[in-house]
C-alpha cells in the first residue's frame, strides 16, 4: 500500500519509505492511501480472538500487501508480548491500562512494533547499519531505546537534556547499554532536538550513515496504536457491554486519539471518542471554535501532553476531509487544570480505590463529566501512576508501590555519553561511528 503525504506536494511513496523517512519530503505527514473495512465476522468473533490475533488482522489491513503474513504475525507477537487489561472503575467506566509493557506506557506498542518493522527492511535490503536519532524530553526516550534494544541492524543515540529528566526516566534509557547510546546534552530538550535536525540535513553524515528518526509520527509507531482499541472492544463484548461504547483518550500530540479514528473508520463500532488535554487546550478550542491556533506550551503535571502544536492534527483534518462538522459530529473535548487533576487523582483513589497517573486522571474525568446512561465509557490510562511518583504520592498522602519493572531500571548503572551542545561536537561523534 502507498503513503501519500498530508500536504499533498509530493507523490505517494511505499511502506518501507514512508518508515525510513518518518516525514513525508513536503514535511507532511504519511498516510495510509485505503482504509480497509474489516468484515462483519471479524466484529462478531472478535471476543474469542486473543489480543495478539486481533492485533494480527488490524495489521495485515494496512501492512499485508508490504510484508510476508509470517512476517508480520512475528512482528506483532514480539511487539505485543503484554497484556492490555480492561478493568472496572466504576459501574460504566473502564480503564484500558496500557502500561504493562516494558517502560510502563503505551507508547511501548508503537515503539516496539516499528523497532521490528524497520528492523525486517534492514535485513530485507542488506543495508547494513541503520542509526535512529532521537531526541527526547523523558518519555519518548525510553519507550524507542527500550523497543529497539537487540534489534539486529539499528543503534540508537538517545539524546537528552543534561539534568531535566526524571530519575526514573533517565535510567529507562541510560542503563540499557547495547546497541542503544545515551548522549547527555549540556542544553535544553530544544538543543537536542535541533541537533538531530542538523544531523539529517547534513550532507556529509548522510554520505557516511544511513540516519533515521523513531519520532511518534512515524507511520509504524502511529497506526499499530490501533491494535488495542479493537482488543478493548473485545473486552466490553466479553462482558455484554459494547453497546454505545464511548472511548476517551488523553491526548498531548494526538497520535493515540488519531489511531483510535482510524479504528473506527475500519468500522470499530465506537460511538464517540473525547479528547483530553491538561491546559494545553489548542484542540479543545479548535472544537469550540473551528480556528486552530498553536501557541507555546505550557508545563503541567500531565508533562506528556503539554504540546502546543499537537502533529497528528494534521492526520485528524485529512482523515475527516477538512470538515469541523464531521470532526465535532465523532470528538469532543475536555480541558482541565493542574488543580483539577490533582483533585481527580485524589477523589477516585478515595471512592473507587483506583489509582491514576495524572494523564489518565484528565480521560476519566472528562468520561465521567461526558457519559450518558445507556453508554459504556473507556478511558485510556496511558502510564503507570508510579511513573509520576512524586506527584502522585503528593496526592494522595501514601506511598505508592513501584512495580518490579520500573526498580529494576532503578538498580541498573547509568551510562551516557556527554556532549556540548553545539553541532560540531555531535557531528564529529557521528562520523567516528
Ligand atoms: C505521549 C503520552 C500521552 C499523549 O499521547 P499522544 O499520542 O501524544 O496524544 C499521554 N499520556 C502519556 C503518559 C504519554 O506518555
Redesign the pocket.
Known sequence: MNYYSTNKKTSAVSLQEAVVKGLAADKGLFMPATVETLPQEFYDSIDTLSFQETAFRVAEAFFGEDVPADVLRQIVCDTLNFDVPLVRVTEDVYSLELFHGPTL???DVGARFMARLLGYFIRKERHGQVDVLVATSG?TGSAVANGFLGVEGIRVHVLYPQGKVSEIQEKQFTTLGRNITAIEVDGTFDDCQALVKAAFMDEELNRHLSLTSAN?INVARFLPQAFYYFYAYAQLKRIGKAQNVVVC?????????TAGLFAKKMGLPVKRFIAANNRNDIFYRYLQTGTYTPRPSIATI?N??D?GD?S?FARIIDLYGNSHAAITADISGATYTDEQIRETVAQTWRTSGYLL?P?GACGYRALSESLQPGETGIFLE??HPAKFLETVEGIVGERVEVPAKLQAFMKGEKRSLPMHKDFASFKRYLLSL
Open positions: 506506557a503505551f507508547k518519555d511518534s483518550v488523553p491526548s498531548g500530540n494526538f497520535g493515540n486519539i500531565a506528556a501532553m504540546v499537537p497528528n497517573d494523564h496511558t502510564a
